[in-house]
């Protein structure tokens, strides 16, 4: 299917294109609010800067696509294969990206408040200063994952892998991380003000400069953590590793 093809159809009030063919279709700018494009195949598409707010878009082909800018806002994108897709600045706010593969995928600065992310592979990921505010990443993979600076707070974190991430400078105030693993982890001035790490392991990870202001230790490892200016849970400042 062309492009006219398709814009025209969806002016005229169809919005059902499921399965449809639109590799390497030019769709930039395209405003494609609440489009039904399951099970299509997507490969090479350019919805740079396009509108697909709550559009449908489960199980289908974006290999090599081009979504930079790209709105899709509350889209559901479960089961979506964008593994090495650059996704810089696009907004994902409130989407279903449930057991989405983003492995290698590009998103500096992406928008993804509220987003469902449990069960998705972010393995070696680029989520530096991305917005992930309220997002569920309960049971995602993030190994190697970039989340520098990223918004965590709110977070749901469950039982994540955190494992050699980059944490420093996250914002992960009242970020749920009961029983994560952020074992060797460095979390230099991070933000964990009233976050909950009942039960994390956190052995060897480094907290200089870290805010665990009114946060859930209960149960934590803390086996061999470097403390450095670090503010604890009542407000007095740690240096055991300094």
Known sequence: ?????????????????????????NLNDADLREINLKNASLNGINLS????TNATLSNVNLSGAELNGTLLMGADLSGVNLSDTDLYNVNLSGA????????????FQATLENAELSNANLENA???S????????????????NLSNANLSNADLSRVNLSGVDLRGADMSKAYLFEAHLENVDLGATN??????????LSSAN??????????????NFNNVIFCNTTAPDGSIWNDGC
Do not use: H, P, Q
Request: hydrophobic fraction near 45%; proline fraction near 0%.
């Open 1 to 25: 299917m062309k492009a006219d093809e398709l814009l025209r159809r969806y002016c005229a009030g169809e919005r059902d294109f499921i399965g449809a063919n639109l590799g390497y279709v």
């Open 49 to 52: 800067n396009a509108n697909l």
């Open 96 to 107: 279903n990206l449930r057991e989405v593969d983003l492995s290698n995928a590009n998103l």
């Open 126 to 128: 680029n989520l530096e």
């Open 130 to 145: 991305a917005n992930l505010k309220n997002a569920n990443l309960s049971n995602a993979n993030l190994s190697n994952t």
């Open 192 to 201: 964990l003000s009233s976050a909950e790490l009942f039960k994390a392991n």
């Open 207 to 220: 907290l200089e400069d870290a805010n665990l202001l009114g946060a859930n230790l209960r149960a934590t």
